[in-house]
Nanobody, 128 residues
Framework: QVHLVESGGGSVQAGGSLRLSCATS????????VGWLRQAPGKEREGVAA???????FYADSVKGRFTISKDNAKNTLYLQMNDLKPEDTAMYYC??????????????????????WGQGTQVTVSS
């Protein structure tokens, strides 16, 4: 069973930054594609960013240039650095894991279904 625990959410004004963290296991990092999903009230869950076991990264168009996904293999921790936050980034953010590698160039936004395991979520609220 994949174990994922998020932290780092909070409230920030537009233009601000937050960093989300996700603690998981060494096995998860070496086997799964891990990433971040988000779900705003009244909207479907969407993919935000992901990173494969080989380090290949994927981003939704809406966050490219503002968000950076990374992982620290020594700490078995996944990160999402979010800069220049906008009110439309307000959502519950979930750390998630998918069972296989994604083809290069995959559009991650509609790929929430691919991630079979996710954590409890952490709230991000951006005010204007």
């Amino acid at each position: 069973q994949v174990h994922l625990v998020e932290s780092g959410g909070g409230s920030v004004q537009a233009g601000g930054s937050l960093r989300l963290s996700c603690a998981t296991s060494e096995y998860t990092f070496s086997t799964y594609c891990v990433g971040w999903l988000r779900q705003a009230p009244g909207k479907e869950r969407e993919g935000v960013a992901a990173i494969d076991s080989d380090g290949t990264t994927f981003y939704a168009d809406s966050v490219k240039g503002r968000f950076t996904i990374s992982k620290d293999n020594a700490k078995n921790t996944l990160y999402l650095q979010m800069n220049d936050l906008k009110p439309e980034d307000t959502a519950m953010y979930y750390c998630a894991a998918g069972p296989a590698r994604l083809p290069p160039g995959t559009d991650i936004a509609p790929m929430a279904w691919y991630f079979t395991d996710w954590g409890q979520g952490t709230q991000v609220t951006v005010s204007s």
